[in-house]
C-alpha cells in the first residue's frame, strides 16, 4: 500500500537515537540516519514522507531502493557444511562499510561521490574509493560505519544524508566483509567538502550509468588460487584530472548501478568478478 509522496510500513517498536530511526518495511529492517523523514501514524499503520528529498527522480529511486532485499544465505550453515569456509567467519570478524552517496546531477543524471585515497596511506594509496572504513566501537551499525567515515574524510555532514539500502556485502581479496551503504543527497549544493589530507588527497563525482557502459571500460584477467576472474577498469576524465576506477570499487558500481537502472551492463562479462568468486567458494552474499 502505497500513499504517494509517502511511503507505508508496518508498524513495530522501534528505537529514535540523535540521527537515527528503526523501521521494519515489508518485513525488513531498515536504518534511516541523517535527514528523518516525517512520520505519520494512522492505527498500527505508519507512513513517511519521501517530499524531503525534492526532485521526482530521488524520490523514485528512494521507493525503489527502500524495497530492495538483498541476496541472503545462511553463512552458519554454509561454515558448519565447508569447513574450509573458515574465510567466512575471518570476514564476519573483519568488517567494514562504505557509503554509496548518490545525488542529481544539473542534467537530471544520477551521479555518485568518490574520492582518491591519499599517497601517505600504506594501503592503495593514490587508488579511487568510497568513504568508509572498518566498524569502529560504539558504531551502531553498518550505516553508522559509513557515515562517520564519510563525515572524517571529507566533511559530509550526515544530515545531508538519507540511507534507504544496505547492499549485499562485498568480501575485499583482505578477506574484509564490505557493505555498501547507499544514501540520496537532495541538497547537494550544501555539501562543502572538507578533505582529511591524511586520508583523501581528492573528492570527486561521476555519472553512475557509466559503470553499465562499455565506453571508457576495459577488462583484466587475474587468477586466485587457481580460478581466472575479471577486473574491470573504467577511465574518467574531469577538470580534476584523469581517474581509474577498478577492481572492488568498480565490482560495487557496477552492482549499484545494475540495481538502480534495472539492467545489466552492456560490456561483456565472459568471467566472474572476484565478488562472484568469492560467492561461489563461500556461498555468503
Not at 568480501?171 to 564490505?178: G, K, T, Y
Not at 565506453?215 to 588460487?225: A, I, L
Request: with cysteine; hydrophobic share 40%; aromatic share 10%.
Amino acid at each position: 500500500m502505497f500513499l504517494c509522496p509517502h511511503v507505508f510500513l508496518t508498524h513495530r517498536p522501534f528505537h529514535t537515537h540523535i540521527g537515527y530511526c528503526s523501521f521494519l518495511f515489508l518485513g525488513y529492517n531498515y536504518e534511516f540516519a541523517g535527514i528523518l523523514p516525517s512520520l505519520f501514524m494512522d492505527g498500527d499503520e505508519m507512513y513517511f514522507s519521501l517530499e524531503n528529498l525534492g526532485s521526482q527522480t530521488l524520490r523514485g529511486l528512494a521507493k525503489k531502493l527502500l524495497v530492495y532485499e538483498p541476496p541472503s544465505v545462511n553463512e552458519e550453515a554454509a561454515i558448519k557444511d565447508d569447513p574450509s569456509s573458515h574465510r567466512v567467519k575471518l570476514c564476519r570478524e573483519r568488517k567494514a562499510a562504505v557509503l554509496v552517496c548518490l545525488f542529481e546531477g544539473d542534467e537530471g543524471e544520477l551521479r555518485v561521490i568518490l574520492t582518491k585515497r591519499s599517497m601517505k596511506l600504506s594501503s592503495h594509496p593514490g587508488e579511487v574509493a568510497f568513504p568508509g572504513g572498518k566498524l569502529e566501537e560504539g558504531d551502531a551499525d553498518d550505516t553508522a560505519t559509513a557515515l562517520r567515515e564519510a563525515m572524517e574524510e571529507i566533511g559530509l555532514d550526515p544530515n545531508l544524508v538519507q540511507v534507504v539500502a544496505n547492499l549485499e556485502p562485498f568480501i575485499s581479496q583482505h578477506q574484509l566483509r564490505v557493505v555498501p551503504v547507499v544514501g540520496l543527497i537532495s541538497r547537494i549544493a550544501d555539501f562543502k567538502p572538507v578533505l582529511n589530507t591524511e586520508e583523501v588527497d581528492a573528492v570527486f563525482d561521476v555519472p553512475l550509468e557509466m559503470f553499465l557502459k562499455e565506453e571508457n571500460h576495459r577488462c583484466e584477467e587475474k587468477e586466485w588460487m587457481g580460478w581466472a576472474y575479471a577486473v574491470h577498469l573504467f577511465d574518467f576524465e574531469s577538470e580534476q584530472g584523469v581517474f581509474l576506477i577498478w577492481g572492488f570499487t568498480a565490482n560495487i558500481l557496477i552492482r549499484t548501478a545494475s540495481i538502480v537502472y534495472q539492467r545489466i551492463p552492456s560490456f561483456p562479462q565472459h568471467l566472474p568478478n572476484f565478488q562472484q568468486l568469492q560467492r561461489t567458494f563461500n556461498s555468503v552474499p
